[in-house]
């Protein structure tokens, strides 16, 4: 006896437990402590089972419990809050009928239609909208650094409105963290919602890479020359090269007083065009070095 009114009164506690969760809107409920009590009431029906055979009471009481037991686990994916409209728009194809933006949709009327049978699926896309977030948080970081990142700038020898890039080291080794991030993001199976603006700062990042090799090789260059063209008599000696170098020199100046104005590795680093114009200062550069060398 005491074991019937064990079992008729936990099938008594679960309706009435139940009746609040049925008619309550599925994002509100807690799968945590409904999972909890499922555990619970699913033990009572499978001890009573064993020790009540004939009685048909506990296979209710497990029937009714088992519907949780199998919905909550969707509840708690369909309730991810990394579900984007694309993930949305997969399941409501899934399951043929729409649950987001649809008011009122409570857990009763998920087990109603059967929600449990696409749990695998639905597991599926949750996962997929955890990971797609954890991928494009790590892209978030990259970008938000590098919107803070500047070089150090120096004035050249104590001369008023001439300047040079200082240590690049720093910048250099998280350029190179970021890319190897990037490439991470790229080898993930769910990269493809984001792929697009991962490739795009990628490519941003190895011109900022390329042009800043550029930049200290002229850099060093016309730093060289610069003590050597100061000097009248190899002004008079080598006019041609003292005018090609002046024309370097006064791009050169020019480009390291809009950097100190803003030195941003990002704004200043992949400006267009500024690269090639390195490239093409460097080529004269080492003309005239080759003529010095005569």
Not at 27 to 35: A, H, L, R, S, Y
Not at 230 to 247: N, Y
Request: glycine share 4%; aromatic share 8%.
């Amino acid at each position: 006896m005491k074991l019937k009114k064990k079992l008729w009164d936990a099938l008594f506690t679960w309706t009435g437990k139940t009746v609040g969760w049925l008619n309550e809107p599925f994002e509100k409920v807690d799968p945590f402590v409904i999972e909890k009590e499922v555990q619970t009431y699913f033990k009572v029906a499978v001890s009573s089972a064993k020790k009540l055979p004939d009685s048909n009471v506990p296979q209710l009481l497990r029937a009714r419990v088992e519907d949780f037991k199998l919905t909550m686990p969707v509840v708690n994916d369909l309730r991810t809050k990394d579900l984007r409209p694309r993930h949305w728009a997969k399941i409501h194809e899934l399951i043929g009928y729409e649950i987001d933006g649809v008011e009122g949709f409570t857990c009763g009327l998920l087990i109603e239609k059967r929600i449990m049978d696409h749990a695998d699926k639905i597991n599926e896309i949750a996962l997929e909208a955890i990971n797609e977030a954890i991928l494009e948080e790590m892209l978030v970081n990259v970008t938000q650094m590098w919107r803070r990142e500047e070089f150090e700038v120096l004035v050249y020898k104590d001369q008023k409105g001439i300047f040079v890039l200082g240590a690049v080291a720093e910048v250099m080794q998280k350029m190179d963290d970021s890319l190897v991030t990037l490439g991470t993001i790229m080898g993930s199976r769910y990269v493809a919602a984001i792929r697009e603006r991962v490739e795009d700062y990628q490519k941003k990042l190895v011109l900022l890479q390329e042009t800043l090799e550029e930049w200290l090789v002229c850099q060093r260059n016309w730093m060289y020359l610069e003590n050597i063209f100061a000097a009248p008599d190899i002004q008079r000696q080598l006019p041609a090269e003292t005018g090609k170098f002046e024309k370097v020199d006064k791009s050169w100046k020019g480009i390291m007083r809009v950097v100190n104005t803003n030195p941003n590795c990002i704004a200043t680093g992949t400006h267009k065009g500024r690269k090639e114009l390195f490239a093409k200062h460097n080529a004269t550069l080492d003309e005239i070095q080759k003529k010095l060398e005569e």
